[in-house]
């Protein structure tokens, strides 16, 4: 059911992705328009920097918000909550991760499989029709990213859990070493007040 869970997950995680990338497209064009109107062309770069971070963490973390995340009691319900966020967080370290990795792996065979360099190809004979060879390299590519993706959020999975289990092991071991304490100062009292009643009765005696 866990590799179900990932896989479900990598599936959403497409899904923003596509939002993510026209949404980014919206943002590169606004700060595009902004920047002609004002001569300055530099305002583009700063809408790509704005597209890539911080504005898909805040629009992942809206998304999860309002399908099925919890405001904090300390914050109003339109506001996204702490753990959407970070969800959030994860979501696009993990899908710029996967789609760099997918960048690359893209170029490389572009690069190996350029129509320059085709016919030096040991498989020129089996793909004559480039359209439908770089078809089938999308293809892979994307089942591809869906892998890294899955992989990731196992690796995020058994991380928090490990991370859970040492937090609760610090609890347990604070809790017994409280327990000591707390049984130490009880034994150290009894002495004491046994020590002052053997002190009272020695006074009664004399």
């Given at each position: 059911m866990s590799v179900i869970k990932d896989i479900l997950q990598a599936i959403w995680l497409s899904i923003l992705s596509t939002i993510w990338t026209l949404f980014g497209i919206g943002v590169v064009y606004l700060w595009l328009g902004i920047g002609t109107l004002l001569n300055n062309p530099s305002l583009g770069l700063f809408g790509l920097l704005l597209a890539i971070f911080p504005v898909p963490i805040i629009l992942f973390a809206y998304i999860n918000h309002i399908l099925w995340g919890k405001s904090d009691s300390n914050q109003p319900p339109w506001i996204a909550s702490n753990s959407?966020?970070?969800?959030?967080?994860?979501?696009?370290?993990?899908?710029?991760?996967?789609?760099?990795?997918?960048?690359?792996?893209?170029?490389?065979?572009?690069?190996?499989?350029?129509?320059?360099?085709?016919?030096?190809?040991?498989?020129?004979?089996?793909?004559?029709?480039?359209?439908?060879?770089?078809?089938?390299?999308?293809?892979?590519l994307s089942l591809v990213w869906y892998v890294i993706a899955t992989l990731m959020f196992r690796w995020k999975r058994l991380w928090a859990k490990k991370v859970a289990n040492k937090q609760i092991r610090k609890a347990e071991v604070k809790k017994i070493n409280h327990e000591q304490s707390v049984k130490q100062t009880l034994a150290l009292t009894i002495d004491e007040e046994l020590e002052q009643l053997k002190q009272t009765m020695k006074k009664k005696d004399i």
């Open positions: 959407s966020m970070h969800e959030a967080t994860w979501q696009w370290f993990i899908a710029s991760t996967t789609s760099i990795v997918v960048f690359i792996m893209m170029v490389g065979v572009v690069m190996v499989t350029h129509p320059a360099n085709f016919y030096d190809y040991p498989y020129r004979y089996r793909y004559r029709n480039y359209d439908r060879f770089y078809e089938q390299i999308a293809v892979y």
